[in-house]
């Protein structure tokens, strides 16, 4: 005969526990003190109380009860303490039942329990006696069983009440039973019995007892979910998880901060409530507010229990020591805040301080300062930021990244905690796991800093890799994949930066794609989603897909919303003012565009100087346009706006050129060029080189123009937008039209129009239109002509309005 043991043992390697169904044990024991739960007191829990106090009586003083007896005891314990608070009508019914079933006297001897607290007696909650350990007789309760500890919780909450918080709660538990002489709870009270029970008089008076008992008792309800300290930790750290990953999915504000207010006043060891509100505060835009919350949360978190609290008596105790360790991190945290807010130079100071607080002791506190720091330096410049970077350059005050890398090398080799057998113990480990993602998020906004700053591609390619490689196994807060979005993100953003349109819409769309819950939250809502988005919008826009573009981005305006996620919003909404301007001004809505540039200039002004300056040069406005951009590009001749500068300058000669001063516009996209390239920047150099083409053909070389618009014709078809293929195309065919007889120019103009329609610029297609009109004119092909001439005059019947090709 088979032994099933063995069979058992056999099959046992094979078992697999899912992942969701193991128990965190970091939950149930990982601190002892910071997961301190007490039960809150309520008349219900202390009639409860009473309960079992007399249970417990008859089972030591009368006869112990029966395994079956005390099985349906505590499987009514069990229900009235999961069920909730009820009234004293339902607790004297659940008496009846046990009077009934278990024994004769339970429902007298707790009634008398009842009556000796009406008659004067206070209640006092004490579990040493219930949980005595007797050697030589079986307990009603054991210390460490389900109702042992609720009662220690009961009793560590009643522990901390002064006197007058006690006289309160008797009170409030004179009331509560007080409340059953009600006309309405003497019909409750007739109705008890089984064949009356789910009646309708029964349930019209039990209705009518709980709105006496919640008007005596309890004005303020307390939600399930942060009744006991564990649970509010836990729904705390739900809520901030939520709101930093997926924030339509948390609370609404006003409701989180009902809720915070609620955890402050019934559990006051839970300084994390502050961090939550500090959340709130970033989502409502109110700075003054999130300091304030965090201030207060590192205010109550500098306090450490002792591990062996006593009792304080009149000699006094030592329950606990002031730790002074979270200061380094309350300025981080402030610095953190104050970049979130743009406000580069608080934030600078601010880091300035945690470094010198950490010095070489804490090396955590240092590599989570260079987090930071990188993610300051990748911050795209303000107006601010260029009025004041003269002064912090010079005063020589500012930490820089090359210096904090240096301290924490050396903090580093000094720093190697271990066991006497040599190996890490787990906080050791669980460091160095922290350590390795601030390793790699330090070297992911170092490469957004160096990609910014046109320098080696090596270094932007070996930052973005150990991003995308960030991961630590099973870790909480979903660090390591937040980190692998946002060099997702990061990977797509250089690719479109340097016109590769599909393979940076391909990445974009592969983040989005693989976008899965993540814990209770349904997705990722962070920046790197909204970047990816406003990538595939970009790139949509780039070959030609506008109803794609302007599908996606009405999803992301749908999901990135200002209120819920204004961090995120950004970004959509500076993608759906350029996409909206771009539109208008190509289609001769230039009423529409004033507008749109103002919001615009909210979010980026070097964005906007470029548009407003072409809009001014379309209207007629070409020299206001060109003193603009000549009084502004000067302040972008900084290493992290070299990719602007260079922008701004090609815009620049364009106008320059429009105004005649072709020598001045060809030296300064030859410069643009020779920049470009030196940068490998190539679809700035191919733009720089078609530029030339247009300015030479301007001032009458057309061979010289003919030759430099075909060199860029192979990088402008690979790494530039339809638009630029477009106004590539019209130049060659204005060009050719004076050279070699003109055999191309009606081909390169179909090829344009084709391209105008693609790019969606409706003027420069009438342009295109008029040119095949007078070319069909010159070679006497009057039907073609004609037809031509038919659909330029629908079209402009449609769209008003001229735009000079040669100013882009």
Not at 595 to 622: H, Y
Request: aromatic share 8%; proline share 3%; charged share 20%.
């Amino acid at each position: 005969m088979a032994n099933p043991y063995a069979d058992w043992t056999q099959r046992q390697d094979h078992i697999v526990i899912p992942l969701s169904t193991r128990v965190n044990l970091d939950d149930l024991f990982g601190d002892v003190h910071y997961n301190v739960a007490c039960e809150r007191i309520t008349p219900c829990k202390l009639a409860i109380f009473v309960l079992i106090q007399s249970l417990d009586e008859l089972h030591v003083d009368v006869q112990p009860f029966l395994p079956s007896e005390h099985c349906s005891i505590l499987a009514a314990l069990y229900g009235l303490i999961e069920y909730g608070d009820i009234s004293y009508l339902e607790v004297k019914r659940i008496a009846h039942w046990l009077n009934r079933v278990v024994r004769k006297g339970i429902y007298k001897d707790f009634v008398e329990h009842i009556n000796t607290h009406i008659d004067g007696d206070d209640v006092g909650v004490e579990c040493d006696v219930i949980l005595l350990y007797r050697p030589n007789a079986v307990n009603f309760l054991c210390s460490r069983s389900y109702l042992g500890m609720w009662l220690k919780k009961l009793c560590a909450e009643w522990y901390h009440l002064t006197n007058q918080q006690i006289f309160d709660y008797n009170k409030k538990f004179l009331q509560w039973i007080h409340a059953a002489d009600s006309p309405a709870a003497c019909r409750v009270d007739t109705d008890i019995r089984p064949e009356a029970r789910g009646g309708p008089a029964f349930s019209a008076a039990l209705d009518v007892i709980w709105n006496i008992i919640n008007q005596i008792y309890e004005p303020v309800v307390v939600p399930f979910e942060i009744e006991s300290s564990v649970r509010a930790r836990k729904w705390i750290a739900n809520q901030m998880h939520l709101l930093q990953v997926c924030p339509s999915a948390a609370f609404p504000d006003t409701e989180i901060m009902d809720w915070c207010k609620i955890i402050r006043k019934n559990h006051a060891d839970i300084v994390q409530v502050h961090l939550l509100e500090m959340l709130c505060h970033i989502r409502a835009m109110n700075l003054d507010a999130a300091l304030q919350s965090l201030r207060s949360y590192f205010d109550y978190s500098v306090f450490r229990l002792s591990d062996s609290v006593v009792t304080a008596n009149v000699h006094g105790a030592r329950l606990g020591a002031l730790d002074q360790r979270p200061f380094r991190f309350c300025s981080l945290l402030q610095a953190r805040l104050c970049r979130i807010f743009g406000d580069r130079e608080a934030a600078s100071l601010l880091l300035c301080e945690c470094v010198q607080q950490a010095q070489n002791h804490d090396v955590a506190c240092l590599r989570m300062a260079m987090v930071e720091l990188a993610a300051l330096e990748a911050m795209p410049p303000s107006n601010a930021h260029f009025n004041t970077s003269a002064d912090e350059n010079s005063s020589g005050t500012v930490i820089t990244s090359d210096s904090l890398l240096r301290m924490i090398d050396r903090t580093s080799a000094t720093d190697a905690p271990t066991e006497a057998d040599g190996h890490r113990d787990a906080s050791t480990n669980e460091s160095q796991q922290l350590f390795d993602q601030m390793h790699a998020l330090a070297s992911l906004m170092t490469a957004i800093t160096a990609a910014r700053q046109c320098k080696s591609p090596k270094i932007v390619e070996v930052g973005v890799e150990r991003a995308l490689r960030c991961s630590s196994g099973s870790e909480t807060g979903s660090r390591c994949r937040l980190i692998s979005d946002a060099a997702m993100a990061t990977a797509s953003s250089i690719r479109l930066k340097h016109g590769f349109a599909k393979a940076a819409r391909s990445i974009a769309t592969a983040l989005v794609d693989t976008n899965y819950p993540d814990g209770t939250a349904p997705r990722h809502e962070t920046d790197a989603h909204a970047i990816a988005g406003v990538n595939i919008v970009y790139a949509s826009a780039m070959v030609g897909e506008w109803e794609h573009a302007f599908h996606i981005l009405q999803r992301l305006k749908s999901v990135f919303t200002p209120d819920i996620n204004w961090q995120s919003a950004q970004y959509v909404q500076l993608c759906d003012s350029i996409i909206s301007f771009d539109c208008a001004i190509l289609r001769g809505q230039f009423d529409k565009c004033v507008p749109i540039l103002e919001d615009i200039e909210i979010m980026d002004s070097a964005e906007a100087a470029l548009r407003r300056a072409l809009l001014m040069a379309v209207q007629g406005e070409t020299a206001g346009a060109c003193n603009l951009l000549e009084t502004l590009y000067t302040r972008y001749e900084t290493p992290s706006t070299v990719v602007v500068h260079l922008r701004l300058r090609l815009q620049l000669a364009m106008l320059l050129s429009a105004q005649g001063r072709y020598s001045a516009a060809l030296e300064m996209l030859q410069g643009v060029r020779e920049e470009a390239t030196s940068v490998q920047h190539c679809n700035i150099a191919a733009m720089a080189l078609r530029r030339i083409g247009v300015v030479q053909m301007l001032s009458g070389d057309y061979e010289s123009a003919i030759t430099s618009l075909t060199e860029c014709k192979k990088d402008i078809n690979r790494y530039c937008s339809v638009l630029e293929k477009a106004v590539l195309s019209i130049a060659l065919a204005k060009a050719s039209s004076h050279c070699n007889g003109g055999r191309e120019t009606l081909r390169l103009l179909n090829k344009a129009r084709v391209h105008c329609r693609q790019a969606g610029a409706v003027l420069f297609e009438k342009f295109v239109l008029q040119q095949m009109a007078l070319y069909y004119h010159e070679h006497g092909n009057v039907d073609e002509r004609d037809d031509i001439a038919a659909e330029f005059a629908e079209m402009d019947e449609r769209y008003v309005g001229l735009f000079d090709w040669n100013l882009v």
